[in-house]
């Protein structure tokens, strides 16, 4: 752990232009179509139709990302740039292992870094212990009250995930609490951002009111009034605050997703150093699959560290209340390039958020956005480090194997594919440390994960559309195009910076 502040933000000068009234910016960097080394397996960030070409000039007050011609298009796409179509798909680059020559953690190891790793302990046993709490319970009769009624409130009847209502139950006090500090702190998770967002809320002062002191919150009104008679008590001033919309909403999406995704799981729940912190004013709430809220007690303990259903039901409930959703775009069939060293993404078939966004431009809570401002920004993001803090048993093939473990290879891949093609998830065979061993465990490796966050891309609709019409596949197109862009500048201008020397370029498949 280094002496700075690990999730303080470090602002870097990043040219960009405010829009009018909200201010998010939008994306006018020249070079912003440049792949420079970035390889791209797919065609499909091939340019825009021309007719959407011709129209967006006016349609995004003179936003100079518009697809350009096919002669401008040749140019920045040049044949022989290294960022060209791939066929193929490269072997997993080298990675050293995780403290070489060393089996044991030492008995010197300072009680911090011990309490770090019983956090990250507590976290990622939860999935399992909180669960098996619930049914070791129904073994106890005098429980059976409390389990039925929050197996009909909390589970059968509970419908906050789906309208966006869990929004409300966030817990800040356990965001903000010593657990999830050390858990931040253990790899250490960093958090940088290339341009400051305009927040989404701004506390107003309304005004002043006279209230009796804290302390006499618990304390019967009656009794209350008879100490403010005698003179023990008095009302004091105090501001009154509230909470208005004057920004954009966002939606967030992250890359890559790793094994299970801790990074960005990690720098939204540590509430007093992390992303409330970076950027106050806009409230993110994370998103994951639907299987994990089917797990009793789990449910719970994921809404009330910010976390919320993947679904388009979900998202738009979040919107709708004016929350903003940091989305894993590459899912489930991602984390199968999750190897140490690995920087490759599941992109371009990826458009579905691109589409709910053009779908809630203009439909909000607060009703007080003017059309010609912006109502919505995607931002990308990139966590440099997410696939080294775990390794895992690979099932691809491999000439060197033998009958015996090509097999076992092939038995492990089929199981994890109909996981993910019946139930949208897959389980990983993963191996790491453990909580007094360096070679083999369930724990992640103790290695620095650094999350930077990009510009955001103005989201408007194209060709005329208004508010409530219905989204084209040329804006999604035109969009979508403009987010790949963003995410490849994005990891090429911060390379340099927070890159494992070991760690391939970006990859972006599929």
């Not at 560290?305 to 903003?324: A, H």
């Not at 995607?378 to 099932?395: M, N, R």
Request: charged share 20%; proline share 7%.
């Amino acid at each position: 752990m280094t002496t700075h502040q690990q999730l303080n933000t470090e602002p870097q000068s990043t040219p960009t232009v405010t829009l009018k009234a909200t201010g998010c910016s939008e994306v006018q960097d020249p070079d912003n179509h440049k792949l420079h080394k970035a390889v791209v397996h797919s065609d499909s960030l091939s340019p825009s139709s021309s007719s959407l070409s011709s129209q967006c000039s006016s349609t995004v007050d003179g936003d100079n990302t518009c697809p350009k011609s096919k002669s401008q298009e040749k140019k920045q796409f040049p044949a022989s740039s290294k960022s060209v179509v791939s066929k193929s798909i490269p072997p997993p680059p080298f990675y050293p292992p995780y403290m070489a020559g060393s089996n044991h953690s030492s008995i010197k190891t300072p009680l911090k870094k011990r309490i770090e790793t019983f956090a990250v302990l507590l976290y990622t046993s939860s999935i399992i212990v909180l669960p098996a709490l619930y049914f070791y319970l129904w073994c106890f009769p005098i429980f059976w009250p409390f389990l039925i009624y929050y197996t009909l409130t909390n589970y059968l009847w509970d419908h906050s995930l789906t309208t966006g209502d869990f929004a409300y139950q966030r817990a800040n006090w356990l965001r903000g609490s010593w657990y999830f500090r050390n858990f931040a702190n253990y790899f250490p998770i960093v958090i940088h951002k290339t341009v400051d967002l305009v927040p989404t809320f701004s506390e107003v002062v309304k005004g002043t009111r006279l209230v009796y002191p804290r302390w006499t919150k618990g304390i019967p009104k009656p009794i209350v009034a008879v100490l403010a008679f005698a003179h023990v008590v008095k009302k004091h001033p105090e501001v009154v605050k509230e909470e208005v919309r004057t920004g954009p909403r966002y939606i967030f999406g992250c890359h890559p997703h790793g094994v299970i995704s801790i990074a960005v799981t990690a720098m939204n729940v540590e509430q007093t150093r992390g992303f409330d912190k970076t950027f106050p004013g806009i409230k993110m709430f994370i998103l994951t699959l639907t299987a994990q809220f089917m797990l009793p007690f789990y449910r719970n303990y994921l809404k009330m560290i910010g976390i919320g259903l993947v679904t388009k039901k979900c998202i738009k409930g979040l919107l709708s209340r004016d929350m903003s959703v940091g989305i894993v775009i590459g899912g489930a069939s991602e984390s199968f390039y999750a190897k140490p060293g690995m920087n490759r993404l599941v992109l371009n078939k990826r458009k579905g958020f691109v589409k709910v966004a053009l779908e809630m431009v203009g439909i909000n809570k607060a009703n007080n956005i003017k059309p010609d401002e912006v109502d919505m920004c995607i931002v990308p993001c990139y966590s440099f480090g997410e696939t080294a803090i775990f390794d895992y048993f690979d099932p691809s093939p491999d000439p060197k194997d033998g009958w015996l473990m090509a097999n076992v290879r092939r038995l492990v891949g089929g199981i994890q594919g109909m996981l993910k093609n019946y139930g949208g998830f897959t389980i990983p065979v993963l191996w790491s440390r453990g909580i007094f061993n360096y070679d083999m465990g369930m724990l992640p490796y103790r290695r620095r994960v650094d999350v930077v966050f990009g510009e955001p891309i103005a989201i408007r609709r194209l060709n005329g559309l208004k508010s409530g019409d219905p989204v084209t596949s040329e804006e999604v197109e035109y969009y979508h195009k403009l987010y790949v862009d963003a995410v490849i500048k994005l990891f090429n201008d911060n390379k340099d910076k927070y890159k494992n020397k070991y760690e391939e370029d970006l990859i972006i498949l599929e």
